[in-house]
């Protein structure tokens, strides 16, 4: 491993984001190769087993796609057959799963002729650098950085919203962070730019980017969840079910401050408390909706709002 690191390359990748924030799916890698796949995190059973997202929606009988949302795959509109819907642990967002990881390391040698010079970038936001611990008198002390100082102080990848550190190893190097971090760096891309893998910290999968082959590889694969992806592709909206019920529960708040969302797997509660704009959603915390003041209208940032805190509160996200 090297923060040492060529700004061509940088340059490189960043010039390849410029489309991060748009809603297509593969606007999360860089642009310009032939052929994207969405790599699909695996949630988790009850016992903890990691499932296939198709699993779960063949499960609870909801058509999966291509652009399929998890929380739509795993909140059915009715009980499925069996009258028990799925019920384990969401995926994990911004990270691979060891399995994952190690097993996507092992076909992406393959399909690069430089697998001994392979870029890394990992979000500086993930709080190394100001972690701490209880040593043995119950103090707080800093727990040391992997991350070398100078790196931090050096050139990195930056997009806006996302800043990334960057390193640069051989292709094994991206399984580096997980004995002691359980992380995964958020993008890799190999010297020769035959592949690319992106990922955010706010997301349960991740994007492969590659050659058609590549992609028709691994939407094949035993281990990996991948699906190809159209360019112009986005994610599915809400269930029409899901939307009625969210406006309703908004209008219930702003008339009697109080709604309640039924859902197979069992109702959800709300209660909106006007003097601080708090939102309070079940068992969950209180949420503050509108940090920088109420906005006019505030319909639409309510309604976001009570669907977030619902996916919360039955631990779909």
Same mark, same amino acid.
Request: proline fraction near 9%; charge should be negative.
């Given at each position: ?94 990270? *691979?799963?060891?399995?994952? /990881?190690?097993?996507?390391? =092992?076909? %992406? $040698?393959?399909?690069? &002729? !430089?697998? +001994?010079? @392979? ?122 079910? *899901?939307?009625?019920?969210? /406006?309703?529960?908004?209008? =219930?708040? %702003? $008339?009697?401050?109080? &709604? !309640?969302? +039924?859902? @197979? ?53």
């Amino acid at each position: 491993m090297d923060w040492r690191v060529d700004a061509s390359e940088i340059q490189w990748m960043t010039e390849r984001l410029a489309n991060f924030w748009e809603p297509r799916l593969v606007a999360l890698a860089p642009s310009g190769f032939p052929a994207y796949g969405r790599l699909l995190h695996p949630a988790y059973t009850e016992g903890g087993s990691l499932v296939r997202w198709a699993d779960v929606a063949m499960r609870n009988g909801v058509p999966m796609t291509a652009t399929s949302d998890f929380a739509h795959l795993a909140l059915p509109s009715r009980c499925p057959p069996g009258g028990r819907p799925w019920r384990g642990e969401p995926p994990r967002c911004g990270t *691979l799963e060891k399995i994952q /990881a190690e097993h996507l390391v =092992d076909v %992406l $040698r393959s399909y690069t &002729a !430089t697998p +001994d010079v @392979v870029m890394f970038a990992l979000w500086d936001g993930l709080g190394w650098d100001v972690a701490m611990w209880l040593d043995s008198n119950n103090r707080a002390v800093p727990v040391p950085d992997p991350v070398p100082a100078a790196a931090r102080r050096g050139p990195g990848l930056r997009i806006p919203g996302r800043d990334y550190l960057v390193y640069r190893g051989r292709l094994e190097d991206a399984l580096y962070w997980l004995p002691t971090y359980d992380q995964t760096p958020h993008y890799w891309w190999p010297q020769d730019h035959a592949w690319a893998v992106a990922s955010d910290v706010d997301l349960p999968w991740s994007i492969v980017a590659g050659s058609s082959d590549l992609v028709s590889r691994l939407a094949i694969d035993a281990v990996l969840e991948v699906v190809p992806l159209a360019v112009d592709a986005v994610r599915d909206p809400e269930p029409a079910w *899901l939307r009625a019920a969210v /406006a309703q529960a908004a209008q =219930d708040l %702003l $008339r009697v401050r109080a &709604a !309640t969302i +039924d859902t @197979v797997r069992g109702p959800v509660s709300f209660r909106l408390d006007e003097r601080g704009w708090w939102l309070e959603c079940g068992r969950t915390s209180r949420t503050r909706l509108f940090p920088e003041g109420v906005p006019q209208p505030y319909e639409e940032q309510l309604s976001s709002a009570i669907l977030s805190s619902l996916m919360d509160a039955l631990h779909l996200y």
